[in-house]
């Protein structure tokens, strides 16, 4: 569907937002402003699964192009928290320090909604480990001054890398790879590790199984455990 602006609006953007209306809906009914709901029976619009999945040797060229432009070097780092979170790059960019806890190896989550379901903490890998203690150490011997984990030398926050990672992907090479694409990436590995819907959903804040599985993109050789099992009855 297109937008007054001309651009084509997702059928799964205008979901989240149908049903963002309907629960302010329905606060609005509890609190005795209307009577009914008037988003209720309303039908959703199909949402079509992007079917791209950032390959390891896409995801290391992007970062190795990264490291050698110095106004992306930031890049690199933040594409792998957003890769070992498995996390939204919002989230990521309003990351402080003061919610990070290297001892318990867990990062606590703040800002939790009834529209954005998410886990209250997520544990720290070991390659996201390693990231932060490096970052910590850099910032202690530069006395860096900010209270976020990644922040600018003024030691403002990131909003955005969506120029840097355009730019990284055509000097790699790589087309059609957008940031939010590492999420699908992350939830994907998981997968074919052979954790659950119900584990992923829980890392990554899926309320719904049906959610988890539309990120997801197996190929065929992650059904051949199961198909060759049945074939050996």
Known sequence: MPSRYGKLISGAT????????SN????????????KNPVTGTEGFKENK?????????????????KSIPEAVHLSDIVDALY?????????????????????????????SQTKKVPD???????????LSRLKAKMFLQKVVGPYVFQKRDGKQYKSVKRAWSNCCRKAGIIDARIHDIRHKAI???ARKGNS?????KAVGHTQPSTTLRYTHLRAEDTKGGLESLGEK
């Open 50 to 66: 992007r079917d791209r999945y950032i390959t390891e040797e896409e995801f290391k060229a992007i970062k190795n192009v990264a």
């Open 14 to 21: 205008i979901n989240r937002k149908r049903a963002l209306i």
């Open 84 to 112: 070992y979170t498995a996390q939204r790059s919002g989230r990521i960019f309003d990351l402080r320090w003061s919610q990070i806890h290297l001892d318990e190896r867990k990062i606590i989550i703040e800002g939790n």
């Open 197 to 201: 819907l119900q584990e992923i959903g």
């Open 24 to 35: 302010a809906m329905k606060w609005a009914m509890r609190w005795g402003y209307i009577e």
């Open 121 to 131: 903490e997520i544990w720290i890998n070991q390659p996201f480990f390693e990231l």
């Open 188 to 190: 994907t590995d998981m």
